[in-house]
């Protein structure tokens, strides 16, 4: 499978932990993004990354949220002391960017409950 | 502020029975307008894009086209596996972010 993977795909936690996910894009993407869903509404943005570089982040993303591409790759997104307000499908896309085309293509997803 | 607004919320067709998801916006610069299919439980899966006013692309029983104001999800004769939730989505000029609306609910009844 040559897609976006993400790991975990579930991950129950409680209140007050830290909690880390794992994105591993399609091999020849430079761009990787962040996207937050809840149940009913579109994906929200989070933040995205070319190669190593973090070049844009939303307001969304408090303190408590933290994302890495270390070596321009794969990328982790991390929580400390998760509230139950962020439960929600955290999801990752990737995309190739070349002359007009800026196609997003998205990971299944990681479903986090804070309980 | 960049936005999107999708109507109707929820649609439920016989199979065969053609109709229009539609995708209202609002956004300062347009780069693209991104279609994409959810099934519950997944990731979306890309679809289309589209860049200019007045282009149309088509995928199976999927035709999508762009005015300067909204973009139209057209879906012809559709069977009970076209259905899933339909997000459209934004891209402003100068950046990689996507800007969606709450998705249209599809249900195709056999």
């Known amino acids: 499978d040559t897609g976006v993977s993400q790991n975990p795909r579930h991950k129950i936690t409680k209140r007050g932990q830290n909690v880390t996910f794992r994105c591993d894009p399609i091999?020849?993407?430079?761009?990787l993004y962040w996207y937050r869903q809840t149940l009913g509404q579109g994906p929200e943005f989070l933040t995205y990354f070319q190669n190593e570089a973090q070049l844009e982040k939303s307001r969304l993303l408090s303190d408590r949220f933290s994302a890495e591409r270390p070596k321009g790759s794969f990328s982790t997104l991390e929580i400390q002391r998760t509230e139950q307000g962020d439960s929600a499908m955290y999801l990752c896309a990737s995309s190739l960017v070349s002359g007009r085309s800026y196609e997003q293509y998205f990971g299944p997803g990681t479903r986090l409950t804070v309980t | 502020e960049d936005q999107v607004t999708q109507s109707p919320e929820a649609l439920r067709l016989q199979e065969g029975e053609s109709s229009s998801l539609n995708c209202s916006y609002t956004v300062s610069g347009l780069r693209g307008l991104f279609w994409y299919r959810q099934d519950p439980g997944k990731g979306p899966e890309f679809l289309f894009t589209l860049y200019s006013a007045g282009e149309e692309k088509e995928k199976e029983r999927l035709k999508a086209t762009l005015t300067k104001k909204e973009s139209f999800l057209h879906i012809t004769a559709p069977k009970p596996e076209d259905s899933a939730t339909y997000l459209c989505?934004?891209?402003?000029?100068?950046?990689?972010?996507?800007?969606f609306g709450t998705g249209t609910r599809l249900q195709v009844f056999p």
């Open positions: 091999s020849e993407h430079n761009r």
């Open positions: 989505a934004v891209q402003g000029l100068g950046t990689d972010k996507l800007i």
